[in-house]
């Protein structure tokens, strides 16, 4: 019975995710210029769009190493090859299940390598820890950098809309702000033992310790330098990604390389939505803040968000079945091999 309830759960987690992405995609093209848009695919730059798929697969084995360093302190050493298989696999995992990828690299690496999982859990928390600290930084990075442009945008539509609003005038919003959290502390203290019995609460408050735990982690990591200088170089693997595909098309090919770094944090937005490897949000928050913030059509947006979206995605399916059949089908053999060699 508590089978099936789980099996339920997913299914209905399955199709919400599924339908959030068949919505994203209609609202996506829906006033798009079909015409213009493959007009626009026909006379691309595939060279760019090459480019920025080879800086994608570089990234990849980036992102191998630095996870690798995280899994050395456990005793385990698994080969470049079984750490790009798995990390690949969990892209695709994420193509067919949103958030499954985490799980799925882990579970490819117990298949290959006989480690724990419960421990290479612990190392993707810390690596997606650090990731969401990097994010930050460069979003903040965007912002002055290209206070112009991207800067302005927030500026206007966000920060200056706010603060035109009464109750943010004489400093009644910061008394609003500190009442309502003095009330909310109360309730959660008067609260305490049904909150924390509270599954959801459970979860949020394991992941918030998951984060502490992955910061120690860090911390007591004896190569830190080269966890950094790996994390640094994946993410000019993503800037240049999104930078070179630019490119392609003659809507964006005179943006430098910090335009193409507003466009990667615009487009980060879209990847870490919840829909089928960012399929969807991608393209509707590409294309919406290409317009917004640069004044780019958003057919031109759209084609963008399409060309980089779909040629990773085509690349991630067939790299992805590969290293499935590698891991899954060959690790098997070599395992049983050295099973019998060891006997022997």
């Given at each position: ?11 209905f987690k399955f199709a ?149 609003k009464e109750y943010f ?114 393209h509707a928050i590409t ?58």
């Amino acid at each position: 019975m508590l089978m099936t309830r789980k099996r339920l759960n997913n299914f209905f987690k399955f199709a919400i995710f599924f339908l959030l992405t068949v919505f994203l995609l209609w609202f996506s093209f829906k006033d798009a210029h079909l015409d213009e848009l493959l007009a626009g695919l026909r006379t691309a730059n595939y060279a760019w769009v090459l480019a920025g798929v080879l800086l994608g697969i570089a990234a990849y084995f980036v992102r191998a190493l630095r996870w690798r360093l995280l899994i050395e302190p456990l005793g385990y050493r698994p080969s470049l090859g079984a750490m790009y298989n798995a990390v690949i696999v969990g892209y695709l995992a994420n193509l067919l299940f949103p958030r499954f990828g985490e799980v799925a690299r882990c579970g490819a690496l117990v298949k290959s390598d006989k480690i724990p999982l419960n421990k290479l859990v612990g190392t993707v928390v810390v690596e997606r820890t650090f990731d969401m600290l990097c994010l930050m930084a460069i979003i903040l990075s965007a912002f002055f950098l290209r206070i112009d442009t991207f800067g302005k945008f927030l500026r206007e539509n966000i920060f200056q809309k706010l603060a035109e609003k009464e109750y943010f005038s004489g400093g009644l919003f910061a008394w609003l702000l500190v009442a309502a959290v003095a009330l909310l502390a109360a309730l959660a203290w008067m609260l305490r033992k049904r909150l924390l019995k509270n599954v959801a609460l459970q979860k949020a408050w394991k992941f918030i310790k998951g984060i502490g735990d992955g910061l120690k982690s860090f911390a007591a990591m004896k190569r830190r330098r080269r966890f950094l200088a790996y994390s640094v170089l994946l993410w000019l693997c993503y800037w240049s990604m999104a930078w070179v595909a630019l490119f392609a098309i003659p809507a964006t090919a005179n943006f430098g390389p910090l335009d193409g770094l507003v466009v990667m944090v615009l487009g980060s937005f879209g990847v870490v939505a919840p829909t089928n490897g960012g399929l969807g949000a991608f393209h509707a928050i590409t294309s919406i803040g290409m317009y917004a913030v640069y004044a780019i059509p958003e057919t031109d947006g759209l084609l963008y968000a399409t060309l980089t979206h779909e040629s990773q995605m085509l690349f991630i399916i067939i790299l992805g079945i590969v290293a499935y059949v590698q891991l899954f089908l060959f690790s098997g053999k070599k395992n049983k091999y050295n099973e019998a060699h060891n006997l022997s």
